[in-house]
Structure formats: structure tokens, C-alpha cells
């Protein structure tokens, strides 16, 4: 089993980034559960969601403790929360952002997410969407195929912008 | 059609299927995406349902009593205080013996204040005569809310049935599901005392002394024939659409020494709790009880039990130990534990199965 913790922040999209990765995961023929942190969130506050793949039924609902992956998409967030807390040793970290981040002893890689989502000016109230491109650069690490991201994509969003931003995402990250 | 869904939306998928006539819903967290689904249902004008948003809980029960007597097919959802707020009329559907579904997500009770999950809600409407499920899946969300029609509005039972779901671990989960082509798996309702509209009078419902018990027992007499029509129920869902249930779901009990008796989500996790035991040389079993009424008939004879309550009736004991020893005499190892949505881990049931005291109560995370 594959586990994955999003940290992001209150109405940033990382409950529907949890779900579209779950989704595209599905497409490429895995089980895949997708669960948001319910607490105290509101607007603009750290919040996590999770995801987890697996070849095999997943029975497991408690929350990620010791995952294999951590997402942050709003880097942020990293001054106030310990994002690597439990993360496997050698296991990945990927951070939206322009600038690589350091992480010893773990597989660290970025891309800015929120640039390529304001290149094609996809927004809602203001705030950049970064799920969309997110599924792109999940693809590029290989947790998913890409042509799954780009269906999960289309199955929950309507506007094409978020296929380009994927496209975009998954081009310019360097692994 | 094989899609990904949260527990909620895979309620709402399955009314959408039982063409309910009538649905009055009020929101309450974590429920609300059920309702709001099918109330978007409504204005898709994918289904031909009245939708009927009202002002409490109450109302909603009542309005679903009111369009049941009249014979049609009703659905509502709620959770927690909602539920509590519908108690008298629950009371009154059963009675009238109407065989309203309603979905209740599973939440605790304030204060102070906590919209995670618990059984307590569900629990403390156990007299009713309601007839009460409790899912694991979000499968199985949708799979127990088709079956809930059929059994509520077979003649030899006409009871309402409460499909139980924990509140955010599986509402609020999103997880696969597979939705099938009903056909006649679910045939047309019909109610065979339901009023006649069209040919309005008036009834005297006081019942004395003579013939009241007469009625209760009539609503127990249905429950003993539920159980014999969920079965039949479930195991023609099976032929028909591949998924098996039964009134629990035992996970290698065969050969267990000790079972971890749970319900709802935290039964799933015990299975994982089981493996690692198993691992160890322990002979472990899960068995998680998915119909709370009519109560099932367990096997546990010969076995050490630890039941997981996520649930508390202050002053006794765990809702759910407390019944056990009540209907097979078998004393148990009882942990408290998921109270308010208090994380309880598969290693967390795997201890408390390697530190049981049979015959103790355990609250997980107290120290006396």
C-alpha cells in the first residue's frame, strides 16, 4: 500500500486534489481511498487530506501516521507544521513552489504549481487552483498514469484549463 | 458502472435508483451531501420525486409519515441531534407501520460539540421498532440503501429501516463502487392499509388497554420475520449482483480463539488488527455486526470476545457488550473506544486483543 498526506491550506482544493489522485489511481486499475482530515478548518488554516493505493481491497480508515509520500501544496505551510512528521525514511516530498527545498535523506522534487495555474489565469475567488496541475506532476513522479490524471480531471472539472495546467505541470517538472 | 464515490453520494445514488415519491430532508453535518445530492437529483429533473425541504428534523419525519400513509414510497437522512430531534415520530412510523429508509450518518452527541463518528445517535433509537444496518463500505452504503427498500416494504415485515454510515470516515471517504441495474429488484410499493385520498374520513386511533399489546406485539412478531427476510434479501442480492452480506461479516472466525466483535468502519480495520495477530500466532477473528435490529443470533460460543464499542449508555456498560452477554450469556472484553471520532488505529485494536481481561471495561486513551 502506497500512502500519500497532503498538507494545503483551508480552500485551497487539496480535499479534491486527495480526490482526484484517488480517482486517476482508480482509472489506472488500483484501489485507492481518498479521505480529508475533518477538524477545526476554515479559510487560509493548514489542513491535510489523504490517499492511499494499493493493489489489494483497502480496509484501513485511521489516518496516515508513517506515510510514503508528502505533498505540500501551499509551502507555507512549512513554517508552522512539521510536514515531514512520520514520513518513511527515503520516501518523497514534493512542494509546489518555484525553488527546490532540501529534504536529507528523502526524494524531494517541485514545481510551481500556483505559476502555471495563474499563466492560464485559473482561479476561484482569487485563490490559484493547484490541484489540477498537481495531477500532473503526480503523473511525472509515477504514482499515476497520465492519461488516467487527465481522465480523473475531466470526470470532476468541466473547463479544459485544468488538462493544460496538468500538461504544463508534468513538462516542466525535472525529476 | 464502476466509479469512485464518498459514502454520502453513494446513499443518494441508491434512492436515486428506489424512485422514492417523497423525500423531506433537513441538513445536518456530516449527512448534508446526501440530501443536497438528491435534492440535485430533483432539479435535473432526473428523478420524479416531490422534495420537501422543511424546517427541523421532526417536520422531516413527519412529512415522510404523512406521504408513507398515503402509501408511497419516502426517504430522509440525518444524523446525530437530528435524529434525536425525530424521536417521537420515529416512535410513530413504526407503529403505524410504515416502511419509511432513512440514512443516519453517525455522529456524536454535544456537547460538547463533535461532528465525528459515533453510535450513540443510532443506539438511542433502538426501541423504536425501527429496523437498524450498519455499513463498512462505501459499497456497501449503497448495496444496504437498495436492500433497506425492498426489506422495509416486504409484507411480513412494513417497518421503517435505518441504514447506519460512521460520519466522515465513510460519508465523507471517497472509495469505489460499483452501481447496478436494479430491474425488479426493487418492485413497486404497495401498502396495503395506506388511506385512500380520494375517499377522505376520519379515524379514531386511541387503542385501549384490550388491543394495544396486541400491535406491539405485531411489531415484534415482523421483527422475528425480518430476519428471516433479510436473509433472503441478501442472498438474492447476491445471485443477482455478486455482492454477499449477512447479518454480520466474519472475517477468519473459523478457527478464532478470540473475536474482535465491532461495527462499522472500526470492523474493517480490525480485520487489519486480525492479520497482524494472526502473524503473531494468535488466533484471531473479526466479526462485525452490520444488523443491530433485529439483533442477530452469534455464534461465539467457545471463544474469548472483545467487543469495540464505539458507543457508551452511562451508568451500564457498551451498548453493544451489553446486548451480547444479554443474548448469549458470553462474557467480554469491552474497549470504548472511537467515542466523538477518537482515532482508534488497526494496531490499537491488535492491543487491545493482546492485553484483554474478559469481563473488564476498558475506556481506550483513559487512565484511571
Known amino acids: 500500500m502506497y500512502e500519500i498526506r497532503i498538507h494545503s491550506r483551508g480552500g485551497q482544493g487539496g480535499v479534491t486534489a486527495a480526490r482526484l489522485l484517488a480517482l486517476a489511481a482508480f482509472r489506472d486499475g488500483k ?12 479559510r487560509g488554516a493548514p489542513v491535510v487530506s489523504f490517499v492511499r493505493i494499493d493493489d489489494a481491497p483497502i480496509k484501513v480508515y485511521s489516518q496516515i501516521r508513517g506515510p510514503d509520500m508528502v505533498v505540500v501544496l501551499d509551502a507555507s ?41 495563474l499563466a492560464e489565469n485559473l482561479a476561484i475567488a482569487g485563490t490559484p487552483i493547484v490541484n489540477t496541475p498537481f495531477l500532473g506532476a503526480a503523473a511525472k513522479i ?8 487527465k481522465q480523473a480531471i475531466r470526470e470532476m472539472f468541466q473547463d479544459e484549463r485544468n488538462v493544460k495546467v496538468a500538461e504544463a505541470a508534468y513538462r516542466e517538472m525535472i525529476l | 458502472m464502476l466509479t469512485i464515490s464518498t459514502g454520502n453520494k453513494a446513499v443518494a445514488a441508491a434512492v436515486k435508483q428506489a424512485k422514492p415519491a ?26 420524479e420525486t416531490e422534495y ?21 414510497r419516502t426517504f430522509t437522512a440525518t444524523s446525530s441531534h437530528g435524529l434525536l430531534y425525530m424521536h417521537e415520530m420515529l416512535h410513530w412510523a413504526a407503529g403505524a ?17 463533535n461532528i465525528w463518528a459515533e453510535h450513540t445517535d443510532a443506539f438511542s433509537q433502538r426501541d423504536t421498532g425501527w429496523l437498524q444496518v450498519f455499513v463498512g463500505t462505501v459499497q456497501e452504503a449503497y448495496d444496504a440503501t437498495l436492500m433497506a427498500f425492498r426489506i422495509a416494504e416486504d409484507e411480513r415485515v412494513i417497518l421503517p429501516t435505518m441504514v447506519n454510515l460512521d460520519g466522515f470516515s465513510l460519508s465523507h471517504i471517497m472509495q469505489s463502487l460499483e452501481t447496478v441495474e436494479v430491474g425488479d429488484f426493487i418492485p413497486p410499493h404497495h401498502l396495503t392499509h395506506a388511506i385512500d385520498v380520494d375517499n377522505p374520513m376520519g379515524y379514531g386511533p386511541m387503542t385501549g388497554p384490550k388491543d394495544y399489546y396486541r400491535f406491539r406485539w405485531d411489531i415484534e412478531r415482523s421483527m422475528r420475520d425480518a430476519k428471516t427476510v433479510i436473509a433472503e434479501t441478501e442472498a438474492e442480492f447476491a445471485s443477482r449482483f ?27 480495520e480490525a480485520e487489519v488488527a486480525v492479520d497482524i495477530l494472526r502473524n503473531e500466532g494468535v488466533k484471531a477473528g473479526s466479526m462485525r455486526l452490520r444488523w443491530f435490529r433485529p439483533f442477530p443470533d452469534l455464534d461465539l460460543k467457545g471463544r474469548e470476545v472483545v467487543v469495540v464499542d464505539r458507543d457508551y449508555s452511562f451508568g451500564f456498560g457498551g451498548v453493544v457488550a451489553a446486548s451480547i452477554r444479554a443474548k448469549t450469556g458470553i462474557e467480554c472484553y469491552n474497549v ?12 490499537d485494536i491488535a492491543e487491545f486483543v493482546r492485553t484483554r481481561r474478559i469481563g473488564e471495561e476498558h475506556w481506550f486513551g483513559v487512565s484511571e
Not at chain 1, 509515477?142 to 490524471?149: D, I, P, T, Y
Request: hydrophobic share 45%.
Open chain 1, 77 to 117: 505551510v512549512m513554517d508552522t507544521v512539521d510536514v515531514l512528521q512520520g514520513l518513511k525514511p527515503g520516501g518523497t516530498v514534493f512542494v509546489n513552489s518555484e525553488k527546490p527545498h532540501a529534504f536529507p535523506g528523502f526524494a524531494a522534487y517541485n514545481v510551481d504549481l500556483t505559476g502555471i495555474a
Open chain 2, 52 to 72: 420537501i425541504p422543511v424546517e427541523s428534523e421532526h417536520s422531516a419525519m413527519a412529512a415522510c409519515i404523512g406521504a408513507a400513509v398515503a402509501g408511497v
Open chain 2, 242 to 268: 455478486g455482492r454477499k452480506y449477512g447479518p454480520t461479516e466474519d472475517y477468519r472466525c473459523e478457527d478464532a480463539e478470540v473475536v474482535v466483535v465491532s461495527m462499522g468502519t472500526l470492523g474493517r
Open chain 2, 97 to 113: 407501520r410504515l416502511p419509511i429508509v432513512m440514512a443516519n450518518v453517525n455522529r456524536s452527541l454535544g456537547p460538547g460539540w
Open chain 2, 22 to 47: 417523497v423525500v423531506a430532508a433537513y441538513p445536518i453535518t456530516p449527512q448534508t451531501e446526501i440530501i443536497e445530492q438528491i435534492a440535485n437529483y430533483v432539479a435535473a429533473k432526473e428523478i
Open chain 2, 336 to 347: 470504548i473506544a472511537g467515542l466523538g471520532g477518537q482515532e482508534v488505529t488497526y494496531d
Open chain 1, 31 to 42: 484501489y485507492a481511498t481518498a479521505c480529508p482530515f475533518y477538524g477545526a478548518e476554515r
Open chain 1, 142 to 149: 509515477g504514482l499515476v498514469s497520465f492519461e488516467s490524471a
